[in-house]
């Protein structure tokens, strides 16, 4: 997997990305463990975590395969992450 | 640019037209050329006729008949291809006979009637070359390396000379295609003397940053007003304000710096999130530079802040998603590079390490890189003790480097631990290793367990009481690895039994069962074996070879290992975990099946190897039955109902006639006829697919269905019969869903039908639905290519017996609906026209597909409930939650029209606003609006 095949899937303003510890699941037997986070580009929010495989199977997301738009929606969503995430670093510290 | 475009133009229309070339020769020669040129023209043709090209017509009406319509096709084509480029050639040597022939006669027969009459000719022919002349100038590039045009400017020369020639439509079509390509070449000039503007002027700005206090700001902006046409797009917007933010800065110096203005320009710098570390270091820079000029008591503070800066952006450049954005931890490491010493050294960023370990291991940066970047603070990197095995990316040598420096500057720390022998080779024994194992000493024992092959040379030099109190500690944190390296470790006699009694008291009794570790331990045989009958019995008593136990200590060991049905159970399971050698003797198989029948009949079937019964009884039965059980694959459920603990015994009748009626399928053959006759209108495919994982899963779940009507003295009939009504009730009683967003409903109502995932992948995305496409040919036999038949895949919603589809917990004021993850609009299918045509699951069907096979909802198979689910729970479809589900899940086959939509249900109460809500009110509407005779309901609820 090269750097920009981070599986993202959109469908209008949302946008799902698959957990890291998970990717290696999609498309195998252990699928329907994948989990995903789902998030609302519009209002910044975390909508919450669901199964990959339901997800797809109820919508016709999008599978996005474009580095500029995946890297570009990346530094977006670490841009909502930014509160929470600096105080989880620092406690990992 | 018009203009310019116009001055070239008139310029070039004011120019003479050169004339065709003028060639001077004799009329001989001219004869002998143009003779020369017919024959060879003549030649081209027939040899172009007899090559043979393709007679695709001819071999097409030869085998008529013998070829199929594909074949047929290919050949009409090729055909029409050969006839073109016949053509093209003809018309090609045609053209250029004319042209000799026009010139011949312009030159010996001037003014004659031919002459003007061959000219009108040829002026067509010279003006088509003349075009494709000036395409060759247009289109080269054009084709080779997209809009470039940089030929532009010769083909509006050409034009120009040439256009004159050019006749009927050639001329201005020419003219525009021209003009539009220099168009197109004078904006691509433009915007490369922008980016060099641009350049320039951050070089005022840039150069001078920090240190000269901005002092070229005023340069810079009388340049960017001097050049500032020259700025396309958005480069003149950009640099204004860059420009702007100098002068700002600039007079904001001029007027001195007070502890306020330091503060604000710092809060400026750190406030851009440039993703590269950039502006952090530009903010060290300046704190460095004007340090002494802030209030003493705000100086910590402000420092503190911009370290807090730096740590935080080291650690989230390198943090969950930027490892996927190319270059900005690189990119920040070389600004981390060029951050002075004189600001990091009293500074703790331990924990950088352990994020920039995990990106290392990656790839996502080099070593290199790391080493060149943390140059000097090399003790930070080993920081990252959660991630050890990244040390293994740097070479031995940057180790090195690396735990000197960490030595150095904060003694060994338990985290550097991964290295091999050949890391230190050639390396200063005592300025490296001897400090290494000193702090290993002092930090970490395990360490040097792991590390005996480059430690046991300073481990055997070690004074004897010093490595006598290393040994104790060791072995009193890790017995397992102390033995794994008993070898090479000298332990006293006292130290052998300290590691006998740690390694029972870790429960590492298995080294204890070998005689070779007994006597390398030093250990009394029958001391260990009284131990271990306390501890461990039950392997124990599958080992006791080793032991070669007396008759007592036999006595004793069978004793303790059959003390309980609990205690059996384990030690039958070591026997055979252990491929036990252990025989048992006549009388202790006695003892295991006396406790067996009394107390635990379930072990009988667990370890029927070992008890080697003969189920005389249940033989006999097997016997009785009709071979048709056998060869319909139920005998693995005979076995399993013939031999369910205590069965037999008390029910031996009632098992027999279970077995009997589990073959007959009763319920399931009644099911099948009546599916028959029930006007569905699945595909073929799916419907023997669904009758197929019904028969399947039935046999699957066999012996649950007969444990229940064991236990509740039903036949199996009565069970499934009870199940099956109840789930036809359920559905019957409910409505069919599919919850959407707005975005995608709107969407659909643009398509006239509801697509798949399966129609929007890509290809070479990495949302493999690979995993889909298998589920769907299990449960429906579609096909398993993912990329076939995207359009006709099921489409997935649910059924509800709520009027507005809300599944899950709800009242008047609150829903919590199960389905609201796929989105907050209800849309509800017309019941009459989705119903025989839709399967049901009563849970997800993706897991996993063939354990609880969909069938359809006009008729649900009990099979469809798997293993999972009580039926006797399945009462209203909009309570999943009643048995354990999230939803109810539909299959609508065949393509999902929006013809078949009935009503859209919003409400604010299921996450939407009003302003939503009135969108999707005035989508549906237009949506109405164009179809008269589909109105969608809109409910509000």
Same mark, same amino acid.
């Given at each position: 997997m090269?750097?920009y095949d981070k599986?993202?899937?959109?469908?209008?303003?949302?946008?799902?990305i698959a957990?890291e510890s998970?990717?290696?699941?999609?498309?195998?037997?252990e699928a329907m463990?994948?989990?995903?986070e789902q998030?609302?580009m519009?209002?910044?929010k975390?909508?919450g975590?669901?199964?990959?495989?339901?997800?797809?199977k109820f919508?016709p997301?999008e599978d996005l395969?474009?580095?500029?738009?995946i890297?570009?929606i990346?530094?977006?969503?670490?841009?909502f992450?930014?509160g929470g995430e600096?105080?989880?670093?620092?406690k990992?510290r | 640019?018009p203009e310019v475009?116009?001055?070239?133009i008139?310029?070039?229309k004011?120019?003479?037209?050169?004339e065709?070339p003028?060639?001077e020769?004799?009329?001989?020669?001219d004869m !002998?050329?143009?003779?020369l040129m017919?024959?060879?023209?003549?030649?081209?043709l027939?040899e172009?006729?007899s090559?043979?090209l393709p007679?695709a017509?001819?071999?097409?009406?030869e085998?008529e008949?013998?070829?199929?319509q594909?074949?047929k096709t290919?050949l009409?084509?090729?055909?029409?291809?050969?006839e073109?480029?016949?053509?093209?050639?003809?018309?090609?040597?045609?053209g250029?006979i004319?042209?000799?022939?026009?010139?011949l006669?312009k030159?010996y027969?001037?003014?004659?009637k031919?002459? $003007?009459?061959a000219?009108?000719?040829?002026?067509?022919?010279?003006?088509k070359?003349t075009a494709e002349r000036?395409?060759?100038f247009l289109?080269?590039?054009?084709?080779?390396?997209?809009l470039?045009?940089?030929d !532009?400017d010769?083909?509006l020369?050409?034009f120009?000379?040439h256009?004159?020639?050019?006749v009927g439509?050639?001329?201005k079509?020419l003219? /525009?295609?021209?003009?539009?390509a220099v168009?197109i070449?004078?904006?691509r000039?433009a915007?490369?003397?922008?980016?060099k *503007?641009?350049?320039?002027?951050?070089k005022f700005?840039?150069?001078?940053?920090?240190k000269h206090?901005?002092?070229d700001?005023e340069?810079?902006?009388?340049y960017?007003?001097? &050049?500032?046409?020259l700025l396309?797009?958005d480069?003149?917007?950009?640099?204004?304000?860059e420009?702007l933010e100098a002068i700002?800065i600039r007079?904001?110096r001029?007027?001195?710096?007070?502890?306020e203005?330091?503060v604000?320009? %710092?809060?400026?710098?750190?406030k851009e999130?440039?993703?590269?570390?950039?502006?952090?270091?530009k903010?060290v820079?300046y704190?460095l530079?004007f340090?002494?000029?802030i209030?003493?008591?705000k100086r910590q503070s402000?420092e503190?802040?911009?370290?807090? =800066?730096?740590k935080?952006?080291?650690i989230n450049?390198?943090?969950f998603y930027?490892d996927?954005?190319?270059?900005l931890?690189?990119n920040?490491l070389?600004? #981390?590079?060029n951050?002075?010493?004189?600001?990091?050294?009293?500074k703790d960023i331990?924990?950088i390490g352990a994020?920039?370990?995990s990106?290392?291991?990656r790839?996502?940066?080099?070593?290199?890189?790391i080493?060149? =970047?943390f140059?000097g603070?090399l003790?930070?990197?080993?920081?990252?003790s959660?991630?050890q095995n990244s040390y293994d990316?740097f070479?031995s040598?940057?180790k090195i480097?690396?735990?000197?420096e960490t030595?150095k500057?904060?003694?060994?720390?338990e985290?550097?631990?991964?290295?091999?022998?050949?890391d230190f080779?050639?390396?200063?024994f005592?300025?490296v290793?001897?400090?290494?194992f000193e702090? #290993?000493?002092?930090h970490?024992n395990r360490? /040097?367990l792991?590390?005996?092959?480059?430690m046991?040379d300073m481990y055997d030099?070690?004074?004897l009481?010093e490595?006598d109190q290393?040994?104790?500690?060791l072995?009193q944190y890790n017995?397992?690895?102390?033995f794994?390296?008993f070898d090479?470790?000298?332990?006293s006699?006292f130290?052998?039994?300290?590691?006998?009694?740690r390694?029972m008291s870790?429960?590492?009794?298995?080294v204890?069962? $070998?005689?070779?570790?007994l006597?390398?331990l030093?250990?009394?045989?029958?001391?260990?074996?009284a131990?271990?009958?306390?501890?461990? =019995? !039950?392997?124990?008593?599958?080992?006791?070879?080793?032991?070669?136990?007396s008759?007592?200590q036999?006595?004793?060991?069978?004793?303790?290992?059959?003390?309980s049905?609990?205690k059996?159970?384990k030690t039958?399971?070591?026997m055979?975990?252990?491929?036990?050698?252990?025989?048992?003797?006549?009388?202790?198989?006695?003892?295991?099946?006396?406790?067996?029948?009394?107390?635990?009949p @379930?072990?009988i079937?667990?370890?029927r190897?070992?008890?080697?019964?003969e189920?005389?009884?249940q033989e006999?039965f097997f016997?009785? %039955?009709?071979?048709?059980?056998f060869?319909?694959?139920?005998?693995?459920?005979?076995?399993?109902?013939v031999? @369910?603990?205590g069965?037999?015994e008390? +029910?031996?009748e009632?098992?027999?006639a279970l077995?009997?009626?589990a073959?007959e399928?009763k319920v399931?053959?009644?099911?099948?006829?009546?599916?028959?006759s029930?006007?569905l209108?699945?595909?073929?495919?799916? %419907?023997g697919?669904i009758?197929?994982?019904?028969?399947?899963?039935?046999q699957k779940?066999?012996?649950?269905?007969f444990k229940?009507?064991?236990?509740?003295?039903?036949t199996?009939?009565?069970v499934?019969?009870?199940?099956?009504?109840g789930?036809e009730?359920?559905?019957?009683?409910a409505d069919?869903?599919?919850?959407v967003y707005?975005?995608?409903?709107?969407?659909?109502? =643009?398509?006239?039908r509801?697509?798949t995932q399966?129609?929007?992948h890509? $290809?070479?995305?990495?949302l493999?639905p690979?995993?889909r496409?298998?589920?769907?040919?299990?449960?429906f036999?579609?096909?398993?290519?993912e +990329?076939k038949?995207?359009?006709?895949?099921p489409?997935y919603? @649910?059924m509800?017996d709520?009027?507005?589809?809300?599944?899950?917990?709800f009242?008047?004021n609150?829903?919590?609906?199960?389905?609201s993850? @796929?989105?907050?609009i209800?849309v509800?299918?017309?019941?009459?026209q989705?119903a025989?045509?839709?399967?049901?699951?009563f849970?997800d069907?993706?897991?996993?597909?063939d354990?609880?096979p969909?069938?359809p909802?006009?008729?649900p198979?009990?099979s469809?409930l798997?293993?999972? &689910?009580?039926?006797?729970?399945?009462k209203?479809?909009?309570k999943?939650q009643?048995?354990g589900?999230n939803?109810l899940?539909?299959?609508?086959h065949w393509?999902l029209? *929006?013809?078949?939509i009935e009503?859209?249900h919003?409400?604010e109460?299921?996450?939407?606003s009003?302003?939503?809500?009135?969108?999707?009110e005035?989508?549906?509407?237009?949506?109405n609006?164009k179809?008269a005779?589909?109105?969608?309901? /809109?409910?509000?609820?």
């Open positions: 090269n750097k599986p993202i899937a959109k469908l209008g303003k949302r946008i799902l957990k998970d990717i290696s699941k999609i498309g195998t037997e463990e994948v989990l995903v998030w609302d519009e209002t910044k975390l909508e975590e669901f199964k990959l495989e339901q997800l797809l919508n997301w395969t474009d580095p500029n738009e890297k570009e990346l530094i977006k969503l670490n841009k992450k930014d600096q105080n989880r670093e620092m990992m | 640019m475009l116009e001055k070239k008139k310029h070039a004011g120019a003479e037209s050169p065709l003028k060639k020769s004799s009329l001989e020669e !002998a050329e143009f003779d017919l024959e060879d023209s003549k030649t081209d027939d172009f006729v090559s043979g007679m017509e001819i071999i097409a009406s085998m008949g013998e070829v199929d594909e074949t290919a009409a084509e090729l055909n029409k291809q050969a073109l480029a016949r053509q093209i050639l003809a018309d090609s040597l045609v250029k004319r042209l000799k022939s026009a010139d006669l030159k027969l001037p003014g004659s031919l002459t $003007s009459l000219e009108e000719k040829n002026a067509e022919i010279v003006s070359i000036l395409h060759e289109s080269v590039d054009l084709r080779v390396a997209g470039d045009y940089k !532009a010769k083909a020369e050409y120009e000379k256009k004159d020639l050019l439509e050639d001329r079509k003219e /525009i295609e021209v003009l539009e168009k070449h004078e904006q000039k915007e490369a003397l922008s980016e *503007t641009v350049e320039e002027l951050r700005l840039e150069f001078d940053y920090l206090d901005y002092k700001a340069q810079a902006a009388d960017f007003e001097k &050049h500032k046409d396309v797009g480069d003149r917007e950009n640099l204004e304000k420009v700002r007079k904001l001029e007027s001195g710096l007070s502890t203005k330091i604000e320009e %710092l809060e400026e710098l750190l999130d440039d993703g590269d570390c950039k502006q952090v270091a903010a820079d704190f530079k340090k002494d000029q209030a003493d008591e402000i503190e802040r911009i370290f807090n =800066a730096l935080y952006h080291l450049v390198a943090g930027h996927e954005t190319e270059g931890l690189e920040a070389t600004e #981390y590079k951050i002075p010493n004189e600001f990091l050294k009293d331990s924990g994020h920039i370990y990106k290392m291991t790839g996502a940066v080099d070593s290199e890189k080493m060149a =970047a140059d603070n003790d930070l990197l080993a920081s990252g959660k991630y990316y070479s040598k940057d480097r690396i735990v000197e030595y500057k904060r003694g060994a720390s985290y550097i631990a991964k290295y091999t022998a050949e080779e050639d390396q200063d005592e300025k290793l001897k400090p290494l702090s #290993y000493k002092k970490n360490a /040097i792991s590390q005996m092959g480059i046991k030099s070690m004074p009481d490595r290393l040994n104790g500690s072995i017995s397992n690895e102390v794994a390296k090479e470790l000298n332990l006699e130290h052998k039994a300290y590691l006998i009694d390694l870790d429960q590492n009794y298995k204890l069962h $070998s005689e070779d570790n006597k390398k030093g250990a009394n045989k029958d001391e260990i074996f131990k271990l009958l306390n501890y461990d =019995a !039950a392997n124990l008593f599958a080992n006791r070879e080793a032991f070669k136990p008759s007592e036999n006595r004793l060991l069978l004793e303790k290992a059959t003390s049905p609990e059996l159970e039958l399971s070591a055979k975990s252990l491929s036990s050698s252990t025989e048992l003797t006549e009388e202790e198989l006695k003892i295991f099946k006396k406790i067996v029948k009394k107390d635990a @379930y072990l079937h667990k370890f190897t070992i008890f080697k019964e189920f005389k009884e006999e016997k009785e %039955l009709p071979s048709g059980l060869e319909n694959g139920l005998e693995g459920f005979i076995r399993q109902a031999n @369910y603990p069965g037999w008390k +029910n031996a009632r098992i027999k077995v009997i009626e073959g399928h399931t053959n009644e099911y099948f006829e009546q599916l028959e029930s006007g209108k699945l595909p073929n495919r799916v %419907l697919k009758k197929e994982n019904i028969k399947k899963t039935e779940n066999l012996f649950d269905y229940y009507a064991l236990n509740k003295n039903a199996l009939e009565q499934q019969r009870e199940a099956q009504q789930l009730a359920t559905t019957n009683n069919y869903f599919k919850a707005p975005s995608v409903l709107k969407e659909i109502l =643009a398509a006239g509801f697509k399966f129609e929007t890509s $290809s070479n995305g990495t493999n690979r995993y496409a298998e589920q769907e040919n299990k449960m036999n579609y096909v398993v290519d +990329n038949g995207e359009t006709v895949r489409n919603g @649910y509800s709520n009027e507005n589809g809300i599944v899950g917990s009242d008047e609150n829903v919590h609906s199960k389905v993850r @796929y989105g907050n209800h509800k299918f017309k019941k009459e989705v025989d045509r839709t399967t049901v699951t849970d069907s993706l897991s996993p597909a354990e609880n969909p069938t909802s006009i008729k198979h009990f469809s798997g293993k999972r &689910h009580d039926p006797r729970l399945i209203q479809a909009s999943p009643d048995w589900a939803y899940e539909a299959q609508f393509p029209r *929006t013809s078949l009503s859209i919003i409400s109460k299921n996450s939407m009003k302003e939503v809500m009135l969108e999707v005035e989508m549906v509407n237009e949506y609006g179809n005779n589909n109105i969608i309901k /809109i409910v509000v609820y």
